[in-house]
Nanobody
Framework: QVQLAESGGGLVQDGGSLRLSCATS????????LGWFRQTPWQERAFVAA????????HYADSVKGRFAISRSNAENTVYLQMSNLKPEDTAVYYC????????????????WGQGTQVTVSS
């Protein structure tokens, strides 16, 4: 069993930065992929970024490439999403997820989910 808990969301102005954290417990090392997804009331859950726990390989949605950075801390069992140059269209509930199935951009391939954290970017 894996538990995930997000934190770090909040209200920020256009162009600002936030860092989201996803604290993990249980067996998430090895072949697990840790991903970030976001969802709004008018849009289905969408892939943002992912990192392989073992290799550290990262993947990004085109909409956030160059602005967001995903990383992990083995010592802290935590995955981070550093978000910079935030835009109003980044406003969403952000979810952390863990899974072992490919492809990594598909939310249905993730088994475990956190409760989500709200990010609001004001213009």
């Amino acid at each position: 069993q894996v538990q995930l808990a997000e934190s770090g969301g909040g209200l920020v102005q256009d162009g600002g930065s936030l860092r989201l954290s996803c604290a993990t417990s249980g067996r998430t090392s090895g072949a697990y992929t840790l991903g970030w997804f976001r969802q709004t009331p008018w849009q289905e859950r969408a892939f943002v970024a992912a990192i392989r726990w073992d290799s550290g390989n990262t993947h990004y949605a085109d909409s956030v490439k160059g602005r967001f950075a995903i990383s992990r801390s083995n010592a802290e069992n935590t995955v981070y999403l550093q978000m910079s140059n935030l835009k109003p269209e980044d406003t969403a509930v952000y979810y952390c997820a863990a899974g072992r199935t490919l492809p990594i951009r598909t939310p249905e391939n993730y088994t475990y989910w956190g409760q989500g954290t709200q990010v609001t970017v004001s213009s």
